[in-house]
């Protein structure tokens, strides 16, 4: 989930000479010096070339968006001290704050002050022979725009944080007053409603007076859960909610889902034996994460740790692999179905429909010919169904299965494929015999107990993809 507040953030960022600051929305890393790759369709979406290189899709995010490769423009192109990239930040910055607002104009740029954009506007483009425009024609025998060596050893010392008033919106979690140690909404925030109108006086009977009392010593108990409630967010930290997220966010999922299902525990303990609790059995769960993995090494024969190394390495490699095999098939099929639909609809339309009838006598090559939905077989297929004497829509809703189903597994036995037809199996058999000899399918053998056995593993979906354009003339691969 990409950091909202550092991604637009204003202010300086280490090694950043411009105000505004990306983050990678995938892996949250710092992408404001180098190239980052912005999304066209989606706003807001940066990725940096690792995660791009890896066809990262996020959310509403897919990888064939457009898309537009974005670096920094340090460059000067008015004067030696301003960049290319501070230049159109000023001219942002009072296009959003209006004119003459210089305090949120140098806010906006981050890297300069009121006096210093407000002196640059007037020497560049007041001043300027070509008024309104700069003048464009100056060159600099620098690369990069340098700012003036008192600048430089200025921006050595720290200067004097802006300091903030105490109100719910300026803070880093929304509603709380730290000059106050309150929230803008409290536990049982409607407490006060019952006792803020409440008057005791002489002329109150015994059972009246008895009333009030049993009235705020409900309001004080109230106020004792509210009370406990905030001492626990104050020991805990909670309020650091930046640094609780980057904490937890270096964590593996795993890890997080652990802590998350003991936090119900928090309340019990003492916050150092909450740690405690929460040190151990992240240690327990790493152990037994360890010892499944020298177990599985030792079932592959694995018995030295640079075996072990070199095995995990090529097991990532292979699961990257299938994962890119199917999502590729996953489209492919897709592409199918998308045809397969268009035609049903178009067919329909011009009467088609009223061929399928009941009684009709089996189906013949003459048949198959003028059935609905032959012009999506190739020749070969025509074949197959008209021996089988089958119909390409039955035929072709078999092959959408045994398809979907070996792309998703990457593995498909015969008596597996039989079972999916959902047709004669006297049918189903040719049919998948009929696929492996096309290369749609890798034959698999079966042990004595009747298992799949994976003699090579799944055949690339690029292969599969070309086999099939090369096949249906009517479909065109984009492998």
């Not at 980057?246 to 525990?265: G, H, M, T």
């Not at 035609?343 to 010919?369: H, M, V, W």
Request: with cysteine.
């Amino acid at each position: 989930m990409p950091q909202k507040d550092g991604k637009r953030g204003q202010g300086q960022a280490p090694g950043d000479e411009v105000g505004q600051k990306f983050h990678c929305d995938n892996c949250q890393a710092n992408v404001t010096d180098g190239v980052r790759i912005s999304c066209n369709e989606c706003p807001e979406f940066d990725l940096c070339t690792t995660c791009f290189s890896r066809g990262i899709e996020l959310g509403a995010h897919k990888n064939d968006h457009s898309y537009r490769v974005v670096t920094r423009h340090r460059f000067p192109i008015f004067t030696e001290d301003w960049s290319a990239d501070e230049e159109l930040l000023l001219i942002d910055g009072l296009r959003q704050f209006g004119m003459g607002n210089w305090k949120d104009a140098a806010e906006h740029v981050g890297t300069k002050s009121k006096e210093e954009c407000e002196q640059h506007y007037l020497d560049v483009y007041v001043q300027s022979e070509n008024w309104p425009l700069p003048d464009m024609g100056r060159e600099f025998d620098v690369k990069f725009a340098q700012p003036p060596s008192d600048k430089r050893n200025r921006s050595a010392t720290p200067g004097k944080p802006k300091i903030l008033s105490s109100q719910p919106s300026n803070h880093e979690i929304i509603g709380y007053m730290p000059g106050r140690l309150e929230f803008e909404t409290e536990y049982e925030n409607e407490a006060e409603q019952v006792v803020k109108d409440m008057l005791i006086s002489e002329d109150d009977t015994p059972e009246e007076l008895e009333l009030k009392q049993i009235v705020l010593r409900i309001y004080n108990g109230k106020l004792d859960r509210r009370l406990f409630r905030k001492n626990f967010i104050f020991d805990r930290g909670l309020l650091e909610y930046r640094k609780n997220q980057a904490i937890e966010k270096k964590r593996a999922k795993d890890e997080r889902d652990l802590l998350n299902k003991i936090k119900v525990f928090a309340r019990m303990q003492t916050r150092e034996d909450f740690e405690q609790l929460s040190l151990g059995l992240l240690n327990e769960h790493a152990l037994r994460q360890r010892i499944a993995q020298l177990q599985e090494w030792r079932r592959n024969g694995i018995t030295t740790l640079e075996d072990g190394a070199q095995y995990e390495v090529e097991r990532s490699q292979r699961l990257s692999r299938r994962a890119t095999t199917q999502r590729d098939s996953v489209h492919l099929l897709e592409r199918l179905q998308k045809i397969v639909a268009s035609r049903t609809i178009r067919d329909s339309a011009s009467g088609s429909a009223a061929q399928r009838q009941l009684g009709r006598k089996p189906a013949g090559l003459g048949d198959i010919e003028s059935a609905e939905g032959v012009e999506l077989l190739s020749e070969s297929e025509k074949d197959v169904c008209a021996r089988l004497r089958l119909f390409p829509r039955p035929y072709l809703a078999v092959k959408e299965s045994l398809l979907a189903e070996y792309a998703r597994v990457g593995q498909l036995a015969r008596r597996r494929a039989c079972d999916l037809a959902k047709i004669d199996q006297s049918k189903a058999g040719p049919i998948y015999d009929f696929f492996v000899e096309a290369g749609w399918i890798k034959p698999l053998r079966e042990d004595e107990d009747g298992l799949a056995m994976d003699v090579d593993g799944p055949l690339p979906v690029n292969a599969v993809a070309a086999m099939d354009a090369r096949e249906h003339p009517a479909v065109k691969s984009e492998y």
